[in-house]
């Protein structure tokens, strides 16, 4: 299994009603995480690789894992692009 | 809109300036301002207040006397971001963006960042934990003349509401 993790040295975060803000260390720009967004950020935390957090997410939110991989997919590649996730086996 | 809100059922505590204590956790501390209440003449003429000396012979500007002034701190209850729009109304913030009003450049939380010597970790936790102090919302209001009872009344009835 090749799991999701996130970087804890490389982001500050801070969350409120089901928001969750992440500021990357070396830029010092903030993201705004709501909805999906911040359930899968939620769901990164080193014991889920791509396809159960698929899972755990489509569980959530009633659909199908094929149904929502492409924008799981994209949010990824946009997370592991800003350093915040990598994956480990 | 100060002195328009002044003329109403508010006490004026401030214009332009606004002393903050931050020093102690809960709601940031609100000082009564120490400047004098000054409008161009067409402004005092919008808020139905009457102009009084002029500030300076070549400055325009005259000082106006609030009906009443508050003299005693109070807590920040809510910061509203003054916006143009057509319509007048209020909008809740979410999180990033009240921290991100609060990292803008023009706020003075700047220079309360830069006493606390914190680096950029420590910059986004004080602004985290001070964007929780206190509500901050977007006030939206016409800025045509014709326009401005509209804005008033919206403030005035969102003050009454957010005060209870």
Same mark, same amino acid.
């Given at each position: 299994?090749?799991?999701?993790?996130?970087?804890?040295?490389?982001?500050?975060?801070?969350?409120?009603?089901?928001?969750?803000?992440?500021?990357?260390?070396d830029?010092?720009?903030?993201?705004?995480?709501?909805?999906?967004?911040?359930a899968?950020?939620?769901?990164?935390d080193?014991?889920?690789?791509?396809?159960?957090?698929?899972?755990?997410?489509?569980?959530?939110?009633?659909?199908?894992?094929?149904?929502?991989?492409?924008?799981?997919?994209?949010?990824?590649?946009?997370?592991?692009?800003?350093?915040?996730?990598?994956?480990?086996? | 809109?100060?002195?328009?809100?002044?003329?109403?059922?508010?006490?004026?505590?401030?214009?332009?300036?606004?002393?903050?204590?931050?020093?102690?956790?809960?709601?940031?501390?609100?000082?009564?301002g120490?400047?004098?209440?000054?409008?161009?003449?067409?402004?005092?003429a919008?808020?139905?207040?009457?102009?009084?000396?002029?500030?300076a012979?070549?400055?325009?500007?005259?000082f106006?006397?609030?009906?009443?002034?508050?003299?005693?701190?109070?807590?920040?209850?809510?910061?509203?971001?003054?916006t143009?729009?057509?319509?007048?109304?209020?909008?809740?913030?979410?999180?990033?963006e009240?921290?991100?009003?609060?990292? /803008?450049?023009?706020?003075s939380?700047?220079?309360?960042?830069?006493?606390? +010597?914190?680096?950029?970790?420590? %910059? #986004? *936790? =004080?602004? /985290?934990?001070?964007?929780r102090?206190?509500?901050?919302?977007?006030?939206? +209001?016409?800025?045509?003349?014709? %326009? #401005? *009872? =509209?804005?008033?009344?919206?403030?005035?009835?969102h003050?009454l509401?957010?005060?209870?």
């Open positions: 299994m090749t799991a999701l993790s996130k970087d804890p040295a490389r982001f500050a975060e801070t969350a409120i009603d089901g928001e969750v803000v992440v500021m990357p260390l830029t010092g720009d903030f993201f705004s995480l709501t909805a999906t967004a911040a899968i950020w939620r769901l990164i080193g014991t889920r690789d791509r396809a159960q957090l698929l899972g755990a997410l489509a569980a959530e939110y009633g659909a199908e894992p094929s149904a929502i991989a492409a924008e799981v997919d994209a949010f990824l590649a946009q997370l592991r692009s800003a350093g915040l996730v990598r994956e480990s086996a | 809109m100060v002195a328009a809100l002044g003329r109403s059922q508010f006490v004026h505590f401030c214009d332009d300036t606004l002393l903050l204590d931050l020093s102690d956790i809960g709601p940031p501390l609100c000082h009564p120490h400047k004098r209440l000054k409008l161009w003449p067409d402004g005092a919008l808020a139905g207040v009457e102009a009084g000396d002029m500030v012979t070549h400055y325009a500007k005259h106006v006397a609030p009906p009443s002034l508050a003299e005693e701190p109070l807590p920040l209850a809510e910061l509203s971001l003054l143009q729009a057509e319509r007048a109304g209020f909008t809740t913030l979410s999180l990033g009240r921290i991100a009003v609060l990292d /803008a450049d023009h706020q939380v700047r220079l309360w960042l830069a006493a606390r +010597r914190v680096d950029r970790a420590g %910059r #986004f *936790a =004080e602004l /985290a934990t001070l964007s102090r206190f509500a901050m919302t977007q006030f939206f +209001r016409p800025f045509s003349p014709n %326009r #401005f *009872a =509209e804005g008033i009344s919206t403030a005035a009835k003050i509401e957010a005060a209870g």
